[in-house]
């Protein structure tokens, strides 16, 4: 019994603990360079890392409705949303002339490798990690109608 118990702890210890943030390098649509790990690690300032691509119709209605909110929140909080789109080779022709119809006032990096994806273990886009300090302190995967507030709560509870 004491095992299993030690065990539970074990498992719920590091199901919490935070990650650090992988030193991946992407470039952003207009092609500069970033290391992820390194390029945003303001002290205490959140960073929003959401995962997307053109193909997905809720990446694009989770951005859409954080954009309603984005000027407020970060009068509000110190924070940054960064979209980073998973587009391959085939379709990273499409992120442009979207970013251009959106847009979005968000820093978009491109991961077309799918390097950042693999290290951070994203299955399935849309996919939201919160990274604060250099560590991953929250991550949440999908998106619904009215999710953004969510995500909106979970900032003020982290900042």
């Given amino acids: 019994m004491r095992n299993l118990l030690l065990l539970f702890l074990f498992i719920t210890f590091s199901a919490n ?15 500069k360079t970033y290391n992820v790990k390194n390029s945003f690690k303001e002290k205490d300032k959140l960073y929003v890392f959401t995962f997307w691509a053109t193909w997905c119709a809720p990446c694009i209605s989770e951005l859409d409705a954080i954009k309603e909110h984005y000027a407020d929140w970060t009068k509000e909080m110190n924070m940054e949303v960064i979209a980073i789109s998973i587009d391959d ?21 491109l991961d077309t490798n799918q390097d950042l994806k693999r290290a951070l273990s994203v299955v399935n886009p849309p996919y939201t990690v919160v990274v604060k300090n250099k560590k991953v302190v929250y991550v949440h995967n999908g998106y619904s109608q009215g999710a953004e507030i969510e995500l909106y709560n979970k900032l003020k509870e982290l900042k």
């Fill in 17 to 31: 603990a935070q990650k650090a943030m992988p030193s991946v390098t992407i470039k952003s649509v207009k092609n």
């Fill in 89 to 109: 080779t085939r379709t990273q022709k499409r992120v442009k002339p979207l970013l251009n119809g959106k847009k979005w006032p968000y820093k978009v990096l």
